[in-house]
């Protein structure tokens, strides 16, 4: 059985940094494709990141480029967000998702595979 956990949520003020992770487990788990996405209270759930495993390639949502980074551990089965620069608007709670390909990654119903989610509260 395939499991996501997300862990590294937590409350910041608008400006510092967290860093999110993912830890994969499951005998037969072998994504392609891994990537965060968000949701915000009263909205729907949003692409933040994703990052292909076997060739490192990267994709964002134009809303946190050039302050998150996507990045994992192969060797661990885990995925990393780090977010630096953090702003009020990123308050959401955190997913990590898990594809076995690279299309259409900034869509939510492209994944297999979801994590309980992690919260990210960012005070002004």
């Known amino acids: 059985q395939v499991q996501l956990v997300e862990s590294g949520g937590g409350l910041v003020q608008a400006g510092g940094s967290l860093r999110l992770t993912c830890a994969a487990s499951?005998?037969?788990?072998?994504?392609?494709?891994m990537a965060w996405f968000r949701r915000a209270p009263g909205k729907e759930r949003e692409f933040v990141a994703a990052?292909?495993?076997?060739?490192?390639?990267?994709s964002y949502a134009d809303s946190v480029k050039g302050r998150f980074t996507i990045f994992r551990d192969n060797a661990k089965n885990t995925v990393y967000l780090q977010m630096n620069s953090l702003l009020p608007d990123d308050t959401a709670v955190y997913y990590c998702?898990?594809?076995?390909?690279?299309?259409?990654?900034?869509?939510?119903?492209?994944?297999?595979?979801w994590g309980q989610g992690t919260p990210v509260t960012v005070s002004s």
């Open positions: 990052i292909a495993t076997s060739t490192g390639s990267t």
């Open positions: 499951g005998r037969t788990f072998s994504p392609y494709t």
């Open positions: 998702a898990g594809s076995t390909t690279w299309r259409f990654i900034s869509r939510a119903n492209e994944y297999n595979y």
